[in-house]
């Protein structure tokens, strides 16, 4: 099973400022198969990215994906408001899908 | 509009069983794979199993020989069958549709339906 890492656990930031998320593979992930996920408290999950760079519908352009192999990246360019929530990680391999631990972007 | 909508939560003792629906609408049902992932009160998001559209299944180790996933597409409802309970199965259970483009990335997701497990 390839297990994701996400790192930092948590972070805090001012509205406006710039965000990147890591998210580290135990073993080699196809770009085609890592999405990321934003979810808000009382929430479900809410697609953002999948193929690892290309933004799921109705998705703003400050949110960008990036990377290969073991190490893929999540930015936010200008931090709003509406950002502030936990990010996941998310891939697919040998039958199994798994998710990242997530990281927490808070108001500072 | 797709729409998902999960029920048949509850709490039920250790070693109990339960069955999830999720009622889809608003898309072509039979022809995406669905999911269910859960998530534990306070923590991440796991994923628990998948069924595609011919109806081959796949399920997380963690549940493997418990739980069952089937769908009736003349219904459009995705079902969780859910054996042999335990504490660490209580969780809030989303069903999710997998997106068409074949990127195993769930593009439309439920609200959720808790599941609590205890004496």
């Known amino acids: 099973e390839t297990v994701l890492t996400q790192s930092p656990d948590t972070l805090s930031l001012s509205p406006g400022e710039r965000v990147t998320l890591s998210c580290r593979a135990s073993?080699?992930?196809?770009?085609?198969?890592l999405a990321w996920y934003q979810q808000k408290p009382g929430q479900a999950p809410n697609l953002l990215i999948y193929?690892?760079?290309s933004r799921a519908t109705g998705i703003p352009d400050r949110f960008s994906g990036s990377g290969s192999g073991t190490d893929f990246t999540l930015t936010i360019s200008r931090l709003e408001p509406e950002d502030f929530a936990v990010y996941y990680c998310?891939?697919?391999?040998?039958?199994?899908?798994?998710f990242g631990g997530g990281t927490k972007v808070e108001i500072k | 509009e797709v729409q998902l909508v999960e029920s048949g939560g509850g709490l039920i003792q250790p070693g109990g069983s339960l069955r999830l629906s999720c009622a889809a609408s608003?898309?072509?049902?039979?022809?995406?794979?669905m999911s269910w992932v859960r998530q534990a009160p306070g923590k991440g998001l796991e994923w628990v199993s998948v069924?595609?559209?011919?109806?081959?299944?796949y399920y997380a180790d963690s549940v493997k020989g418990r739980f069952t996933i089937s769908r009736d597409n003349s219904k459009n409802t995705l079902y969780l069958q859910m054996n042999s309970l335990r504490a660490e199965d209580t969780a809030v259970y989303y069903c999710?549709?997998?997106?068409?483009?074949?990127?195993?990335?769930?593009?439309?997701w439920g609200q959720g339906t808790l599941v609590t497990v205890s004496s």
């Open positions: 999710a549709r997998e997106s068409i483009r074949g990127y195993r990335d769930f593009d439309y």
């Open positions: 608003g898309f072509t049902f039979s022809s995406y794979a």
């Open positions: 069924i595609f559209g011919g109806d081959s299944t």
């Open positions: 073993q080699s992930v196809s770009s085609s198969y």
């Open positions: 193929g690892a760079s």
């Open positions: 998310q891939q697919y391999g040998d039958s199994q899908l798994t």
